[in-house]
């Protein structure tokens, strides 16, 4: 297992897409700030060329993370059984269970490191080039962060089983979609008539990052208190067992 470990970081750290990857991600929010304080410069009564606006992008939309780490998924996986990786692994008689989880810490890892990297370059360029002012700061986004983090981790973990589950990987990529988006808002609208289903819909993460209130005059964030920082955890430690399960599950059955 080490050894597999060992060849999927060589991989990624060789791997063409993981950098243009990370040039995106950290092009989208520099590109961001700098059309702000482009405007802003323009036009001094701009209201928007402000960190507040510029952090509640994020803040309001904690999900943005979950998404992030579905497209590294990608990126290391969709083409595993094309490239022979996973025939390689299969071949040397690695447990598959084993396999699964290699390819989760290794997603895990080139994760962080492009989470860390897009973050610096977030708040660093929006501190230099926008007014510091309004209602949602870098505080926020660390505690949005930290509230989506579990959530993104049981994201990955389902983007893993996806990927190895489905043929095609836009066929995966619409179970993730259902999974993590389609069906809480399916739940949340039964829940109208339904009090039972609407207390099991906010435990979801779309639906209680989705009824949060934060922009750039107001935030009412679910980190902000105790309570709702631990239904991030528990929900997102929640998925994180039942998607791990379910690779195993899908490994065993699956034809390699």
């Given at each position: 297992m080490l050894n597999y470990m060992k060849s999927?970081?060589?991989?990624a750290v060789h791997s063409p897409a993981?950098?243009?990857?990370?040039?995106?991600?950290?092009?989208?929010?520099?590109?961001?700030n700098l059309v702000l304080y482009a405007f802003g410069a323009a036009d001094p009564g701009f209201p928007y060329a402000t960190t507040s606006?510029?952090?509640?992008?994020?803040?309001?939309?904690?999900?943005?993370?979950a998404y992030g780490a579905l497209v590294v998924v990608y990126v290391l996986y969709e083409g595993s059984r094309?490239?022979?990786?996973?025939?390689?692994?299969?071949?040397?008689?690695?447990?598959?269970?084993?396999?699964?989880?290699?390819?989760?810490?290794?997603?895990?890892?080139?994760?962080?490191?492009?989470?860390?990297?897009?973050e610096a370059v977030y708040v660093g360029s929006a501190c230099l080039l926008l007014e510091e002012?309004?209602?949602v700061n870098v505080a926020d986004m660390a505690g949005s962060t930290a509230a989506a983090f579990p959530v993104a981790a049981a994201a990955l973990v389902l983007g893993v089983v996806v990927?190895?589950?489905?043929?095609?990987?836009?066929?995966?990529?619409?179970?993730?979609?259902?999974?993590?988006?389609?069906?809480?808002?399916?739940?949340?609208?039964?829940?109208?008539?339904?009090?039972?289903?609407?207390e099991a819909a906010m435990w979801m993460p779309h639906n209680f990052f989705s009824a949060m209130t934060v922009n750039q005059s107001v935030c009412e964030a679910i980190w902000d208190t105790g309570a709702g920082m631990?239904?991030?955890w528990i929900a997102g430690a929640a998925g994180l067992v039942l998607f791990s399960v379910a690779g195993v599950y899908v490994m065993r059955k699956k034809e390699l």
């Open positions: 999927e970081i060589y991989r993981v950098y243009i990857t990370a040039l995106v991600f950290a092009a989208m929010p520099l590109c961001l606006f510029s952090f509640s992008n994020v803040a309001a939309n904690p999900m943005i993370f094309k490239n022979g990786s996973m025939k390689n692994a299969v071949a040397y008689g690695l447990a598959r269970h084993k396999i699964f989880a290699v390819q989760c810490i290794v997603s895990f890892l080139v994760s962080m490191i492009l989470l860390c990297l897009t002012k309004g209602a990927v190895q589950a489905s043929e095609r990987g836009f066929a995966g990529l619409v179970i993730w979609l259902c999974v993590m988006s389609f069906i809480p808002q399916g739940f949340l609208y039964l829940g109208l008539q339904v009090d039972a289903l609407r631990a239904r991030c």
